[in-house]
């Protein structure tokens, strides 16, 4: 199928639409990006890509890159990993810590801050450079050569991370965590801090539309069952405590990141990156989110 004139078409129309919305001013170097970049990279599942806007600007992948942790982590620990981090959706922010104490220090979910806290300390316990394995993972799944982190991105999160220090902390103090708290933010940090445009975060999700399978070298990331559980933590837990919004109103599994991008897949279609750095209050890409809606609602096609 030709989807390029029908991204066109809902790119206009949202071009229109006035920028509302605010920056992730809380790591203070994403409070300078332009706000008015837009970019759409849809690639299906034989890998044609059609792209419209800024789809090649780089940009913050933030809780994107929780995906690939989660990945890493599943793919060689299996069910193991679930008696450390919960597959509920958290109905809270985030970076929410009351409901990790009074949940004993399991995370609701692999996407919140804690959830990832522990899938990072996993990917660490495993692989003794868990900084490149994790970039040399992205890389495998995307097709793409080189993966760099904006260590600026890096430098301003970790100068105001007392919010995830704690849950990390708290993680601790419940037994949740094998590595030292400053060594797993130092980790956890640089994979948040990656950057990515478009194009390259549609194709890095592109296996997760092909039944874990990558096209790119023609390898399997993940069997069907595996990739039916990352699709559906996306699906119930992708998008802080809107993800029910957006399954409501997009249809879609995929993962938002305070960075302004968005990646959702279609099983069986296409993977679809979207970017727009103005959040809306939930901490959701504004733009993107509508974006998706629109263009779900004019294809047709959703998960439903
Ligand atoms: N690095 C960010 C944080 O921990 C990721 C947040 C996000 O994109 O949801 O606050």
């Known amino acids: 199928m030709d989807y390029q004139e029908i991204i066109e078409e809902v790119y206009h129309e949202l071009l229109q639409m006035p920028v509302k919305g605010k920056l992730a001013d809380y790591i203070p170097e994403l409070a300078s990006v332009d706000p008015n970049q837009f970019g759409v990279c ?3 599942k034989n890998g044609e890509e059609f792209q419209c806007g800024d789809s090649l600007q780089p940009f913050s992948i933030q809780s994107i890159s929780k995906v690939h942790t989660l990945v890493l982590a599943y793919s060689q620990v299996g069910v193991d990993l679930w008696k450390r981090v919960n597959v509920e959706p958290s109905g809270n922010p985030f970076n929410n810590l009351a409901q990790l104490e009074y949940e004993n220090g399991i995370p609701r979910n692999p996407f919140i801050n804690s959830g990832a806290l522990v899938t990072t300390d996993t990917v660490m316990s495993l692989y003794p450079n868990a900084k490149e394995e994790i970039k040399q993972f992205i ?16 430098r301003s999160e970790l100068a105001c991370a007392s919010r995830n220090y704690a849950v990390a902390h708290m993680l601790k103090s419940y037994g949740n ?20 445009n478009c194009y390259q975060l549609a194709k890095s999700f592109l296996y997760l539309a092909n039944h874990g399978h990558n096209i790119y070298t023609d390898t399997q990331i993940l069997d069907r069952g595996l990739t039916k559980r990352i699709n559906a933590l996306m699906l119930t837990c992708g998008f802080y405590d809107e993800a029910g919004e957006f399954a409501f ?8 990141g ?9 099983p069986g279609e296409f993977s679809i990156a979207v970017y727009s750095p103005p959040l809306n209050r939930k901490g959701n890409p504004r733009k993107a989110l509508y974006f998706l809606e629109m263009l779900t609602t004019k294809l047709g096609i959703s998960l439903f």
Do not use: F, P
């Open 42 to 44: 849809l690639v299906d």
């Open 258 to 266: 305070v960075g302004g991008g968005v990646v959702a897949v279609l």
């Open 249 to 256: 109103r997009v249809g879609l599994a995929g993962k938002s």
């Open 177 to 196: 965590l094998q590595r030292e708290v400053d060594d797993l933010m130092e980790v956890y940090t640089d994979h948040c801090a990656i950057e990515m």
């Open 139 to 154: 890389s495998n799944v995307s097709g793409e050569e080189s993966i760099v982190v904006n260590e600026n991105v890096k």
